[in-house]
């Protein structure tokens, strides 16, 4: 079984980029685990997501952890905003980090070997039941860049009228949101999730969606 510093080494050199240090950073990435401020290297690893403690030098001349995670799949997969006879798809989710419902665009982890856009197509069928119709990126998104590395894609798709919910999923609801309503939940604070936020703040920009304001 690999020690946690060999398992941070092999994160280390399949994505170079995320171990730089760029011109002004607030904190520096330390070639080698100081023997002050530990543990450092790879915390947990599944097949969804990794957690790392990386060994940094900070502005102030301290050396110590900074905690973040990143995705085995070098992308922490896909979210889409499916548009469906003039309403948005949103589906009631069950979240164990939050302990709470959300309203949310259907979205998910990526599989092994899988893209940012065959994530999306897959989530869209499990999550609501029917395939897109057409799909279109609209970019890519950081959900927590002060503790999340990797970054997800954003997409647009239409879609036919979706099927029934899926309790396995955690989603007990499934709804076609209309212009109004979007509105009106966003200005009670109804939606919180952050990938729905984005794809909406997205298609508003690109005029995929008929916002009523």
């Known amino acids: 079984m690999s020690t946690p510093d060999e398992e941070y080494d092999r994160v280390r050199r399949a994505w170079p980029d995320l171990f730089e240090n760029p011109p002004g950073a607030w904190n520096a990435i330390l070639d080698e685990f100081p023997a002050e401020g530990g543990p450092y290297g790879v915390c947990y690893r599944d097949e969804y997501v990794l957690l790392l403690r990386d060994p940094v030098a900070f502005a102030d001349g301290r050396v110590g952890g900074y905690l973040r995670t990143l995705h085995p799949q070098g992308h922490a997969g896909a979210a889409v905003l499916a548009v469906c006879e003039g309403g948005v798809v949103l589906v009631r989710h069950f979240r164990h980090a939050t302990r709470k419902w959300h309203w949310e665009i259907p979205r998910g982890f990526a599989r092994p070997d899988e893209t940012p856009e065959q994530t999306a197509r897959r989530e869209l069928e499990e999550e ?55 509105d009106r939940m966003l200005g009670r604070g109804e939606i919180t999730d952050s990938f729905t936020l984005a794809a909406l703040l997205h298609v508003k920009q690109r005029g995929l969606f008929p916002f009523a304001s």
């Open 128 to 182: 609501i039941g029917v395939p897109a119709r057409s799909l279109e990126f609209l970019g890519d998104f950081y959900a927590d860049t002060g503790v999340a590395g990797s970054k997800a894609g954003l997409f647009w798709a239409d879609v036919d009228r979706p099927r029934a919910s899926h309790p396995e999923e955690g989603i007990d609801r499934i709804e076609l949101v209309a212009p109004d309503r979007i």
